[in-house]
């Protein structure tokens, strides 16, 4: 059974017995319209299992509540906003996850973008677009598996 994911806003959780906190939920979800500068952020290899511990100390087993989900960046590490801390993971099907990063990377995605202000149109894949270029969303699609 895995979680459907929806945005939720960003809340601060205690649990008294334990004397943990956790913070969960993500307040900068993506929209139709958002601008997101590419970059290149660092991940921290601990940044997902400390999340998992945090949710395991607060009752929520990913791997056996949701086995065939993974923790992912909501807006990924490549953009300049894409933190990589628990504000900005969340739990997605491991299919949907893998079946996307491999659109970026693969080129079943396609953007169309400028090298110059007014220059000839490219289409390239998101992950063949250089650094510090902007992306803006215009469409917002339902994940697939597929």
């Known amino acids: 059974?895995?979680?459907?994911?929806?945005?939720?806003?960003?809340?601060?959780?205690?649990?008294?017995?334990?004397?943990?906190?956790?913070?969960?939920?993500?307040?900068?979800?993506?929209?139709?319209?958002?601008?997101?500068?590419?970059?290149?952020n660092q991940r921290d290899s601990q940044t997902v299992l400390r999340f998992k511990e945090d949710l395991s100390l607060h009752g929520v087993d990913l791997d056996q509540q949701a086995p065939g989900t993974d923790v992912d960046h909501v807006i990924d590490l490549v953009f300049e906003t894409g933190i990589d801390s628990a504000e900005n993971l969340w739990p997605l099907d491991s299919a949907i996850n893998r079946n996307a990063g491999g659109k970026w990377i693969f080129g079943t995605y396609l953007v169309t973008w400028a090298d110059t202000k007014g220059g000839p149109p490219m289409n390239t894949t998101p992950a063949d677009v250089p650094t510090g270029r902007w992306f803006v969303i215009v469409d917002e699609r339902k994940p697939s598996a597929r």
Do not use: Q
Not at 22 to 30: E, K, M, Q, Y
């Open 1 to 40: 059974m895995a979680f459907v994911a929806r945005p939720f806003p960003n809340r601060h959780y205690h649990n008294g017995r334990l004397g943990t906190d956790l913070s969960l939920g993500v307040d900068n979800w993506p929209y139709e319209g958002m601008k997101l500068k590419k970059l290149r």
